[in-house]
C-alpha cells in the first residue's frame, strides 16, 4: 500500500536555483539562525529581517549579518524565508509581506502550518513551498558545521515558475539536509506528522512518560539523584543507540534482563490504550480542532503555554536536573 518515498541527496541536487537570489530569513531564533548561518557559509545571499531591534537583532550582529526591518528586507528580496513562530507568521504575512509581493517571489516555510490551515493565502503568481528540518535548530547548525545535516522534508503548494522544487532542493542542500536526504511530501502531510509526532512522542510522550517514571520512582521513597540518571539522564544513551544502529542494536548493547523485562513490561505500560490516545491526537491535528484550539489560545496570550513553561520550570525533575548538571557536563565525552 505505502509507495516508497522519494528522497533526494546531494548528488542529484545542485544551489544553481539559488543562485544569484536575494534571501530574505524573517526571524532569527532557533531555525531562522542556523538556516541563516548555513545558508550563508553555503554562499547564498542572505539578509536578515526582524520586527525590532532587541535579542535577536543583537544575535544576528554578532554573528556578521546586518539585520534590517522586516519590510526593508522583503522589498529587497527574491525569496522570502518564514522563520518566525507559527503564530506570528499570519500578521507577519498581512503587514509586512503581502504588501510588497511581486510576481515571482518565493515564499518558502519550515512547517506547513499556515499555508495547510488556510492562515495565509498567497496569490497564485508566486511560489510556495517549503524545507522542513526533521530536528531542532540548534542542531541543523551543528551537524552542518560539522560535515553532517539534518534530514529535510521538502514539497511544493504553488508552482508558478515551474522550477519550485528545485529551488526547495537547492534550500535543502545549502541547508546541509540533503548530506542526509531530502524527502518529497506534501503540505498536508508534512503538517499533520510534524504536529502528531511533536504531541505524541518528541515533545509531549517522551515528557510525560519520563516525568511519569521519574515522580513515580520519588513518590515510592528512591532518592531523586538516583531516579533522574535512571529515568531521564540515560534516556539520552538508550535513544542514541536506537539513531546510530536501529532497535536491534539497541536491544544487543543491553542485558537479558533488560531485554526480557522490556518486551513484557513495556507493552503493559504502553498498551493498546495509549495506541488509541495516539489515534485521538492525530483525528484533532487532522481535523483542524487542535489548530483551531493553538490559535485561540495564542489569541488570550498564551496562558496554558506559559503555566507550562512556570510550572516546569519549578519541577523536581528540573531541580535535580540543574543540582546534577555539573557531574553530567564532567562526564560527557570532550570531542
Ligand atoms: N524550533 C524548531 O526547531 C523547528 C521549527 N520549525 C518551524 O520553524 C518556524 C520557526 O520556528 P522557531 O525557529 O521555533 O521560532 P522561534 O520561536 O525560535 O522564533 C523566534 C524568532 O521570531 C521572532 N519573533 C517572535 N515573535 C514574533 C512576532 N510576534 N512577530 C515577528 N517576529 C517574531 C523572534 O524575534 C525571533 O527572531 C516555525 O514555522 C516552526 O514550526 C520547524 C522545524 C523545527
Ligand atoms: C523540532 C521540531 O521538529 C518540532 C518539534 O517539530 C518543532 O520544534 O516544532
Ligand atoms: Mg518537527
Ligand atoms: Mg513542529
Known sequence: MSRIAKI????????????????????YGSQGRAWALNLRDSGLNVTVG????????????????NPKR????????????????????RVVYREKVQPYLRERMDLVFAHGFNIHYRLIEPPNNVDVYMVA???????????????????????????HSNKALEKALAIAKALGGTRAGAIETTFKEETETDLIGEQTILVG???ELMKAAFETLVEMGYQP???????????????????????????????????YGGF?????????????????AAERVRSGKFAEEWIEEYGRGSPVLKKGMEDMDKSKEEEIGRRLK??????RPKS
Open 133 to 159: 528540518p526533521k530536528g531542532p535548530g540548534p542542531i541543523v547548525r551543528e551537524f552542518y558545521v560539522k560535515g553532517g545535516g539534518v534530514p529535510v522534508l521538502v514539497a511544493v503548494h504553488q508552482n
Open 70 to 89: 522586516t519590510e526593508d528586507a522583503v522589498k529587497e528580496a527574491d525569496v522570502i524565508i518564514f522563520l518566525v513562530p507559527d503564530m506570528a507568521q
Open 205 to 207: 510522550g517522551v515528557m
Open 225 to 259: 539523584e538516583v531516579a533522574y540518571f535512571e529515568t531521564i539522564n540515560e534516556l539520552k544513551m538508550i535513544v542514541d543507540l536506537v539513531y546510530d544502529k536501529g532497535f536491534m542494536g539497541m536491544l544487543r548493547s543491553v542485558s537479558d534482563t533488560a531485554k
Open 50 to 65: 526582524l520586527e525590532r531591534e532587541g535579542k535577536s537583532w543583537e544575535q544576528a550582529k554578532q554573528d556578521g549579518f
Open 8 to 27: 533526494y541527496t546531494e548528488k542529484e541536487t545542485s544551489l544553481d536555483a539559488m543562485k544569484g537570489k536575494r534571501i530574505a530569513i524573517l526571524g
Open 326 to 331: 555539573e557531574i553530567i557536563e564532567r562526564g
Open 264 to 280: 513484557t513490561v513495556g507493552k503493559k505500560v504502553i498498551n493498546e490504550e495509549t495506541r488509541q490516545r495516539i489515534r485521538e
